[in-house]
């Protein structure tokens, strides 16, 4: 659970996306900062959108936090490699 908050609460920095770019690199969490609709997820360069958005043509609203899945274990957990906006902004959490 120490992981967890050190992840969530930003210990090891964050990036600020409020741009259509992709925002690439290894990050655990995406905190959306306002209506944001997502062009892609990525984990290992695979598109994964469709796993943590039912509707990706949908906004996700201001809130939400979204983390990888681990089909592993809680030890080594999975990090997204990119994101990417259709509009809004977000905190990607290193």
């Known amino acids: 659970m ?15 996306l409020n741009d ?8 655990d969490a995406i905190v959306v900062l306002e209506d944001t609709i997502f062009n ?3 984990i290992d360069d695979v598109d994964v ?7 990706a043509s949908t906004a996700v609203k201001l809130g939400a936090i979204i983390r ?3 089909p592993n274990t809680f030890d080594v957990p999975n990090k997204f490699s990119s994101v ?5 902004s977000v905190v990607i959490v290193l």
Do not use: M
């Open 84 to 88: 990417q906006l259709s509009s809004g």
């Open 68 to 70: 990888p899945k681990n």
């Open 2 to 16: 120490e992981n967890d908050l050190r992840i969530i609460s930003g210990g090891a920095g964050s990036f600020v």
């Open 49 to 55: 959108t469709g796993q943590y958005i039912s509707n």
């Open 20 to 27: 259509t770019s992709e925002f690439t690199g290894n990050f």
């Open 40 to 42: 892609s997820i990525k």
